[in-house]
């Protein structure tokens, strides 16, 4: 048995298999991403604590002899056992490295896959089905979001993909669902383009808002930014159903049908849910970058398809 194998049957320190699953559940908790394994970083102490390590374990070195520099070389145990699981997971394609992903993302951190999202899931016994809910990053869906963000904004910019087809999910329409939606919401930083509502679950792993079409994916609308609204999930289906546009300035416009609801229709308490936008002059907020604002070809077909005039 090696050196280091012997420390670690000697300390009564977990599995590798046991510090990969952890890993894994770490980077679920942590919305897909966490930092590379230096001193002082929290994710240390917080998989050491799933284990319930003693400072003995937390805190013994390995000692290496570079006889050639007459010196010894030390490093911590259980940040080396950390590290091996992470390895092994990369090898394993369950988590891509800090060199790939800085290439994606410039952060030096290891993130999730598709597969170790999947296996992240199993772990915590959570329904696959859930993956189109949960904001967790994968390396696949922020190579979409990353394209998402550079595409060049188009002067002519068609809001159809004549190619999509509506009702199937594959892997494939998975990731590109999940990409559009993590590009949307973080565009409008988590919050709805209307009411501004910012909140997300209590365990953090989901949020409210979501990322609306505006040319409707059932119409083959693209799924990119400028086809692509945050809203809250009321002010979405209102939205979705033509109770409200907007205009090609990104001032909201109400039905005037509104004025024929009866009184107790569209409140919230004493607040006016829909009537609260009819005086024609709120616009909605936007990102901070007005290359990925909606695209007004996309406004205007909304108007004309869906915004109910009459």
């Not at 494939?172 to 709805?192: D, H, L, M, P, T």
């Amino acid at each position: 048995m090696s050196y280091e194998g012997k420390m670690l049957e000697e300390l009564g320190m977990p599995s590798r298999k046991d510090v990969e699953d952890a890993l894994l559940k770490s980077l679920f908790k942590n919305n897909g991403v966490i930092r590379e394994f230096g001193v002082g970083e929290e994710i240390v102490d917080e998989i050491a604590n799933v284990f319930n390590l003693n400072d003995l374990q937390r805190g013994a070195y390995l000692e290496t002899i570079y006889r050639k520099e007459n010196r010894i070389k030390r490093s911590s145990l259980w940040h080396r056992l950390l590290f091996r699981a992470a390895d092994n997971l990369a090898k394993e394609k369950m988590v891509s490295r800090p060199t790939q992903t800085i290439l994606l993302t410039q952060k030096r951190e290891w993130m999730l896959t598709e597969n170790g999202f999947d296996k992240a899931l199993q772990l915590l016994d959570i329904p696959n089905e859930q993956k189109n809910i949960l904001p967790i990053k994968s390396f696949e869906v922020e190579k979409v979001v990353k394209k998402l963000n550079e595409t060049p904004r188009p002067i002519n910019y068609f809001p159809f993909d004549e190619k999509k087809k509506t009702g199937i999910i594959t892997r494939e329409v998975s990731i590109r669902n999940r990409g559009f939606r993590q590009a949307v919401i973080e565009a409008y930083e988590y919050k709805c383009a209307v009411c501004g509502m910012k909140i997300n679950s209590p365990n953090k792993l989901i949020w409210e808002v979501e990322a609306a079409h505006i040319v409707p994916h059932s119409s083959k609308g693209k799924d990119d930014i400028l086809n692509g609204l945050s809203l809250c999930r009321l002010h979405h289906w209102a939205f979705d159903v033509g109770w409200f546009t907007l205009l090609d300035d990104y001032t909201i416009n109400i039905s005037p049908t509104i004025h024929n609801l009866p009184a107790d229709f569209g409140r919230l308490g004493n607040y006016e849910f829909l009537r609260a936008m009819s005086s024609n002059t709120i616009k909605i907020f936007l990102p901070n970058k007005e290359e990925i604002y909606p695209h007004p070809n996309a406004i205007r077909w909304h108007r004309e398809n869906i915004f109910n005039k009459k």
